[in-house]
């Protein structure tokens, strides 16, 4: 068995510790050392905020991001209001001659005589929206001017002759009627109405 070079270990064997620095490299390794700064610390990961905390943190918009924020519609909510239908009004002196006179015509008569309010508010719902999808301006409404006081105890006088007016300005019937006035004495006077419908 031949030895190896000086300072070598026997040829095939085997080390018997770890190698020793030389002064030289000992001499790099301070130097090297110096140089080196140490790392900071991390900071722990922070936990995740609530919903109502996450909100709170959020930083205020700005006068531009409001604006674009202010613009943008909502993508859901309720719809948007539609302008209020306007009250129906009394007709005017031109027109009540006009129709009282035969010079435009009365394209619908609807006679409640006999009827109870049920009946009645029933007839008078069905007679304008057909009026209204045939294209008529005025329907002659014929209420009775009432019983006699007296004459049926158990019934008030006059009662369609209040409740139509009041009808006619109810969701439903309010859409169909721009207005409504007394008929003509040739007509039934005090007891019918004349009433005009909107144009469809």
């Known amino acids: 068995?031949?030895?190896g070079r000086k300072g070598g270990t026997p040829s095939g064997g085997r080390v018997s510790g770890p190698r020793q620095l030389?002064?030289?490299e000992r001499g790099i390794w301070r130097e090297v050392t110096r140089s080196v700064r140490p790392l900071r610390a991390l900071p722990p990961p922070a936990a995740p905020l609530a919903p109502t905390q996450a909100a709170a943190a959020a930083p205020p918009l700005s006068g531009s991001a409001l604006a674009v924020a202010a613009a943008v519609p909502p993508r859901s909510g309720p719809a948007p209001r539609q302008a209020p239908v306007p009250p129906a009004a009394a007709l005017s002196r031109r027109d009540l001659r006009k129709i009282a006179r035969g010079a435009e015509p009365i394209g619908?008569?609807?006679d409640l005589h006999g009827m109870t309010r049920?009946?009645?508010?029933?007839a008078l719902e069905r007679t304008?929206?057909?009026a209204?999808?045939?294209g008529v301006r005025t329907v002659l409404v014929i209420t009775g001017k009432g019983l006699r006081a007296g004459a049926y105890a158990e019934r008030e006088p006059g009662v369609l002759r209040r409740e139509v007016p009041?009808?006619?300005g109810l969701p439903g019937l309010r859409e169909l009627v721009v207005g409504f006035d007394t008929a003509g004495p040739g007509h039934g006077g005090e007891g019918a109405l004349y009433i005009r419908l909107r144009r469809a």
Do not use: F, G, K
Not at 118 to 122: G, L, Q, S
């Open 118 to 122: 049920a009946e009645a508010r029933a």
């Open 128 to 130: 304008l929206a057909r």
């Open 22 to 24: 030389t002064d030289d």
């Open 1 to 3: 068995m031949t030895a």
């Open 132 to 134: 209204r999808r045939e």
């Open 166 to 168: 009041l009808w006619l």
């Open 108 to 110: 619908l008569r609807l």
